[in-house]
Nanobody, 126 residues
């Protein structure tokens, strides 16, 4: 089992940047595929970005492609989400998710993940 704790959220003006971190407890972090999802008020949870267990594959939602970058540091048991040129529509609670699967695929569906963090709030003002 793995526990996930997100950090790095906050309030930022449009056009600004934030880096979210997701720290994982437990062993074998390097065998986990990781993802970021977000949930805005009145909307369904949506996929943001994902990275395979090896880091060799990544995937992004069209809405964040070119602005967000997902990465991982297996030595630190941490996955990151670099968010640039943030816009008000990016306002949401961002959660990381994990599943222990050694696949070349970066999973984009929430049902594919087993473990979830509590989330961190990102608010972008216009």
């Amino acid at each position: 089992q793995v526990q996930l704790v997100e950090s790095g959220g906050g309030l930022v003006q449009a056009g600004g940047s934030l880096i979210l971190s997701c720290a994982a407890s437990g062993r074998s972090f390097s065998s986990y595929a990781m993802g970021w999802f977000r949930h805005a008020p009145g909307k369904e949870r949506e996929f943001v970005a994902a990275i395979s267990w090896s880091g060799g594959s990544t995937s992004y939602a069209d809405s964040v492609k070119g602005r967000f970058t997902i990465s991982r540091d297996n030595a630190k048991n941490t996955v990151y989400l670099q968010m640039n040129n943030l816009q008000p529509e990016d306002t949401a609670v961002y959660s990381c998710a994990a599943v222990q699967r050694r696949s070349v695929v970066a999973f984009t569906e929430s049902y594919e993940y087993r473990y979830w963090g509590q989330g961190t709030q990102v608010t972008v003002s216009s």
